[in-house]
């Protein structure tokens, strides 16, 4: 058997093309000398002699910016990402549109005043203006407004108060539902109170028992010698009883 092998044709780099090229044109254009022989060509292909690592054919500056190239400490602040803002409260407008109609309000200091419990009277008093000077409104709730008033009678003299004005189509709702915490506070109190009744009854049976089993425990030699002494003490009685008697 025999091998086959082929060789590629010969490539010609394009400096070493456009050199025989000049030199073609310049022989044919003296054409008084002999004719040039055909410069020889080498059959194997040139190879070039390139290094392993090829540089980039990108510019320096386009790669230096590379997030491969950069560090923790140059990272760029991220000013622009910042969270909105929550929407604001409607309370606040209804404070300031409060104050702007009324007024500002001093704060109340919360240290050094006396906790003052409140008085939940209901029905409006015959006397009520006599008794309190009712003022501008400083709030509004569900039941009702509530009013700045200055008193003028009992222990509150010439302090100012906070007096709520109820309709009475809403009064007597929030009077069931005081009397029906006033009364469940009561209804707790009682079961309290009976809870610990109980207890102590409990106590007391629990004690009772531990004597009797102590009792059934004696035995019968002691049973015999408090029987003797029971007797002893009433002889002893039916004696003084009869010099009593003489």
């Known amino acids: 058997m025999g091998l086959c092998y082929g060789k590629s044709a010969a490539v010609q780099e394009p400096a070493v093309a456009e050199e025989n090229n000049k030199a073609d044109g310049a022989a044919a254009g003296r054409g008084d000398g002999p004719p040039a022989s055909p410069a020889k060509v080498s059959r194997t292909p040139k190879q070039l002699k390139l290094s392993f690592y090829l540089p980039s054919p990108l510019p320096p500056s386009s790669y230096k910016g590379s997030p491969a190239n950069s560090s923790v400490a140059s990272t760029p602040a991220r000013d622009g990402f910042k969270r909105p803002f929550l929407s ?8 300031a549109l409060l104050a702007r109609r009324h007024g500002s309000v001093k704060s109340i200091s919360e240290g050094g005043e006396p906790d003052l419990g409140l008085d939940k009277s209901f029905g409006y008093s015959r006397h009520f203006a006599a008794k309190y000077d009712l003022g501008r409104e400083v709030g509004r709730g569900h ?89 002893e003490t009433n002889a002893l009685l039916r004696a003084v009883l009869k010099l009593q008697k003489d």
């Not at 604001?88 to 404070?95: C, D, F, N, Q, V």
């Open 88 to 95: 604001p409260s409607p309370a606040k407008h209804i404070r």
């Open 143 to 231: 039941f009702g407004f509530t009013c700045a008033a200055k008193c003028k009678k009992g222990e509150l003299k010439g302090e100012d108060v906070a007096v709520k004005v109820i309709p009475k189509a809403k009064a007597a709702l929030e009077e069931i539902l005081y009397q029906f915490e006033e009364k469940l506070q009561a209804e707790r109190k009682e079961a309290a109170r009976k809870q610990e009744e109980l207890q102590a009854q409990l106590q007391a049976q629990h004690v009772a028992l531990e004597e009797n089993q102590s009792l059934l425990c004696q035995t019968p030699e002691e049973v015999k010698g408090m029987h003797t002494k029971f007797e």
